[in-house]
């Protein structure tokens, strides 16, 4: 219910305050096919139907100490990222996350973290892909790695060398071996392992990252190889995209920055490993920034330094309600659920002029189904709305949405589809919301319905609205 009266509200302050109008650009489908690949559910489908023409933006980046920063529990970077990618980027860009981690830590990671989905995931460094939320595995890539690789000697090898300790069997996959060595032991260790496995017919790569993990992986394989196979089956498609930035901290991102024709960005604070590697073989590149910005806001930062886009994150304007031009339906739906998370941590600043534009907007037929299943029109919900101001003041409440999809259904009537996360320290709340919007009797957006529906349960349901 929240979510639509913060919505309307937004709409009545925005025709308020300004008379433009909003410029809607709703992305069309080309009628290309992917071969190879199912469409197994709607999510799926919007991540399909992107790669089906040229991205605007490719961003690939590596999870742990780059998107995602460990020594912030407020989230900061990864939030502003999120807001911008959903409003500005989602529709006609591809995200992949390109991480050292298996499909199991993963996947835990998700859980721990306000991550957004990725229209690709490599994984196990560069040695599993997999598309869509559905995570479907690329085959032809599993093909690639098996030549010259023999997991069970790797393992016979390494098992003759005391300073390796295994890692965790996680962390064991069919093309990847891993070990955690001290920094002093990394190089003599490697120069050995090297000369052993190729004298017994194989042709590895070994990559040191993190001052700690080593990794043993076919030659072919590792994130840049990963990235070069990716960008080939795009080119061969007649799909590369218009611009690729590449992010990283550490040992096992340095292939990512010497790919072709990419951007690249070392976050602020990058590994000595990756500073090492710049150092001595890409200082002159002036498509490599090393970021003043930690994590995700280093991300940021280079998308304005290269201008690969708009860098401007909602979560970085002070007034939303101004932040209308080029207006797309999905940045529509994240302001207003930002909107919504300031009204609830009592950040907004006129209460009365936000109901008041909520009352005028409401629609008076629109409907509005809360994930318990009851119904309301949307505009009985106003004292509700009244009662919950400030809920979570002091509290450390976020909302955050992922993988939003617009597709225009009518002349004026557009369907919405997408995750809505609500994280309140360290429990999460999560829903489906299917919503029509329409600009019939506007200039702007109103809500005609909305659909909630619970992804995951916790024992605090009441915190959604
Ligand atoms: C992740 C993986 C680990 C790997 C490391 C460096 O932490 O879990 O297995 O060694 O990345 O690539
Ligand atoms: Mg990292």
Redesign the pocket.
């Known amino acids: 219910m929240f979510f639509c009266h913060s919505s309307f509200s937004l709409i009545l302050i925005l025709l308020l305050l300004s008379s433009s109008s909003s410029t809607l650009q709703i992305q069309t489908h080309r009628n290309h096919t992917l071969h190879n690949l199912h469409l197994s559910s709607y999510s799926q489908k919007n991540i399909m139907d992107r790669l089906k023409s040229s991205a605007r933006l490719m961003i690939v980046s590596d999870l ?1 100490h780059t998107m995602v920063d460990h020594h912030d529990p407020e989230n900061t970077s990864i939030l502003r990222f999120n807001a911008l990618w959903e409003a500005h980027y989602r529709h006609d860009s591809l995200l992949v996350f390109s ?4 499909p199991t ?1 993963y996947k835990q990671l998700r859980k721990e973290k306000p991550m957004i989905t990725p229209d690709i995931a490599i994984m ?2 560069g040695t599993e892909i997999t598309y869509g939320k559905l995570m479907e595995p690329d085959d032809g890539w599993v093909q690639v790695l098996n030549q010259k690789w023999d997991k069970d000697i790797v393992i016979e090898e390494t098992s003759k060398f005391p300073e390796l300790s295994r ?2 069997e ?4 069919p093309h ?1 071996v ?3 060595v001290k920094k002093e032991k990394a190089e003599q260790v490697t120069e050995a392992l090297n000369k052993v496995l190729k004298g017994r017919g194989l042709d590895v790569k070994i ?1 040191y ?2 001052g ?4 043993i992986l076919p030659q072919g394989a590792g994130k840049g190889q990963a990235l070069a196979y990716l960008l080939k089956k795009f080119e061969a498609e007649g799909k590369r995209p218009v611009n690729t930035l590449v992010c990283g901290d ?3 991102d340095a292939e990512l920055f010497s790919i072709p024709g990419v951007h690249g960005v070392m976050v602020s604070n990058a590994q000595e490993e990756l500073l090492q590697w710049y150092a001595a073989n890409a200082k002159n590149n002036p498509k490599i920034l090393h970021a003043s910005e930690r994590c995700a806001a280093g991300i940021i930062q280079a998308i304005g330094h290269f201008k690969l886009g708009t860098n401007i994150s909602p979560r970085d304007v002070s007034d939303l309600t101004k932040d209308i031009e080029n207006a797309h339906p999905a940045h529509e739906v994240v302001n207003f659920n930002l909107l919504l998370e300031k009204w609830r941590r009592a950040e907004v600043e006129n209460t009365e002029l936000f109901l008041a534009g909520l009352k005028a907007v409401s629609h008076p037929t629109g409907v509005f189904i809360h994930p318990s299943g009851t119904e309301h029109h949307i505009k009985d919900h106003l004292n509700i709305l009244r009662k919950v101001y400030g809920d979570s003041q002091g509290k450390p409440l976020r909302i955050w949405v992922d993988d939003v999809s617009a597709s225009q259904i009518g002349s004026d009537t557009w369907l919405l589809k997408f995750d809505k996360w609500e994280l309140y320290g360290e429990e999460r709340q999560g829903c489906v919301v299917t919503a029509v919007m329409s600009t019939k009797e506007s200039n702007w957006f109103t809500w005609l319905h909305v659909h909630q529906t619970f992804l995951e349960q916790s024992g605090k349901q009441e915190w959604m609205f």
């Open positions: 742990d991480t050292g981690r298996s830590l196990s460094v890692q965790a996680t962390e064991q996959r990847k891993s070990f955690y990559i990252s993190g700690i993990d080593l990794d550490s040992g096992n």
